[in-house]
């Protein structure tokens, strides 16, 4: 089995993962798929150390833990999949994440993403900024994420344009999804150059002024 690339186990019923004791047969895996269990925690022996999986999807568990460094381990990791599951707590991402599809959770904080990140997707969850605006320090937005183009936070909980929604920190950002979010008033207040940007069903806004998309 060293040769299998691509393995799919969804839609059954494990309720924990440890590829440790199969890290000889599955040294060649590359696309793993576990969505649709019953999954309730991702641990540090989850994977064995340099493991060769690209792709990896945990969609629809019921996932509520990810120890911190669990998915270090997965060195060439380019898109992780944690959709649909009860995850609060932000976790270490690999430095080779290129995808992040985190949505439908309930993060409150934004996590700290790798540099050559491309693809964020953290709709649907609870977060009310991209950072905490009272810190003197963006610690988690310590680097700016420059091959980013595409961020959904749709359907969260914020309730201002972020001031970090700028070319400093996002400078090829060119696609942004606010949709669904408590927005009273619409304003960038920081240069940001986007093709696409999508800001419908914001049941508090009112009135759009003529500033609103100036720095846009």
């Not at 641990?43 to 996932?63: G, R, V």
């Not at 898109?79 to 976790?91: A, C, D, I, K, M």
């Not at 610690?139 to 344009?161: A, G, H, Q, R």
């Amino acid at each position: 089995m060293a040769s299998l690339e691509d393995l799919d186990l969804s839609k059954n019923s494990i309720n924990y993962v440890s590829l440790q004791k199969n890290h000889t047969v599955l040294t060649g895996l590359k696309r793993l798929s576990l969505k649709e269990n019953k999954i309730r925690a991702v641990m540090k022996d989850s994977f064995p150390a340099d493991n060769s999986i690209e792709f990896l999807d945990l969609s629809y568990n019921i996932i509520e833990i990810v120890e911190d460094d669990a998915f270090l381990t997965c060195t060439g990791l380019r898109e992780l999949n944690l959709e649909g599951n009860s995850l609060t707590l932000v976790f270490a991402l690999p430095p080779s994440l290129e995808i992040a599809i985190l949505k439908i959770n309930t993060f409150h904080h934004w996590p700290k993403f790798p540099r050559g990140i491309k693809y964020i997707d953290l709709s649907y969850n609870k977060l009310s900024d991209l950072y905490d605006e009272d810190q003197v320090r963006f610690d988690n937005l310590e680097k700016k994420l420059p091959k980013l183009f595409i961020l959904d936070v749709s359907y969260n909980l914020i309730t201002d344009i972020p001031k970090t929604i700028n070319t400093q920190y996002f400078p090829n950002l060119e696609e942004l999804h606010l949709d669904g979010n408590p927005i009273e008033d619409i304003y960038f207040k920081n240069i940001i150059a986007l093709k696409n940007l999508y800001i419908s069903d914001l049941s508090k806004l009112r009135v759009v002024e003529d500033k609103a998309f100036s720095n846009v």
